[in-house]
T-cell receptor, first 118, second 107 residues
Framework: ETGVTQTPRHLVMGMTNKKSLKCEQHLGHNAMYWYKQSAKKPLELMFVYSLEERVENNSVPSRFSPECPNSSHLFLHLHTLQPEDSALYLC?????????????????FGQGTRLTVV | GQNIDQPTEMTATEGAIVQINCTYQTSGFNGLFWYQQHAGEAPTFLSYNVLDGLEEKGRFSSFLSRSKGYSYLLLKELQMKDSASYLCGVANTPLVFGKGTRLSVIA
């Protein structure tokens, strides 16, 4: 148990469905991340929120929409996905220390949501 | 840009020592992390290096050379449960990872 909880653990959705992934942490962290992990590919960073503001978005398709209502919760809203979006979606959190270098502690990962788009 | 390279796969024998290398070229650097990920599970933190040199933690050690953009993870006295993927990640706000090295420990 890492202190980062993701739900659901498994999700099967059609291409016309709308669903949301949820991530929750109570570690006192102030940065949260969504990563995508496809088979035989590296962890791909999708979104970063620091202090509830989105600070990075690596040109992810608009069919993925993140939401961070507070420092403990992070959502990933999904709509009109494609089969190639099937992957393991991992949430992580860390403590970002202020200052010009914005140092991060290690990231703690949730167990992930295994998404299958049919 | 960000470029982190690791070998894709490695095989080693139970009880042996294995070294997993990682080279990186990133636009910034705030430290290097190693994570272990068993199949179907979340990555778990192993080590963090921000200064040059060797950090030892039990059977696992991690080395960093910032001038060379190079790190390695050293696993001693290998056990079957060490079979997993090992991810090298650069802390550059945010963490960026390599593709991971799949280690198979055989009897």
């Amino acid at each position: 148990e890492t202190g980062v909880t993701q739900t659901p653990r498994h999700l099967v959705m059609g291409m016309t469905n709308k669903k949301s992934l949820k991530c929750e942490q109570h570690l006192g962290h102030n940065a949260m991340y969504w990563y995508k992990q496809s088979a035989k590919k590296p962890l791909e960073l999708m979104f970063v929120y620091s202090l509830e503001e989105r600070v990075e978005n690596n040109s992810v398709p608009s069919r993925f929409s993140p939401e961070c209502p507070n420092s403990s919760h992070l959502f990933l809203h999904l709509h009109t996905l494609q089969p190639e979006d099937s992957a393991l979606y991992l949430c992580a959190s860390s403590l970002e220390r202020g200052g010009p270098e914005r140092l991060n502690t290690e990231a703690f990962f949730g167990q992930g949501t295994r998404l299958t788009v049919v | 840009g960000q470029n982190i390279d690791q070998p894709t796969e490695m095989t080693a024998t139970e009880g042996a020592i294995v070294q997993i290398n990682c080279t990186y070229q990133t636009s910034g650097f705030n430290g290097l992390f190693w994570y272990q990920q068993h199949a179907g599970e979340a990555p778990t933190f192993l080590s963090y290096n921000v200064l040059d040199g060797l950090e030892e933690k039990g059977r696992f050690s991690s080395f960093l050379s910032r001038s060379k953009g190079y790190s390695y993870l050293l696993l001693k006295e290998l056990q079957m449960k060490d079979s997993a993927s090992y991810l090298c990640g650069v802390a550059n706000t945010p963490l960026v990872f390599g593709k991971g090295t799949r280690l198979s420990v055989i009897a």
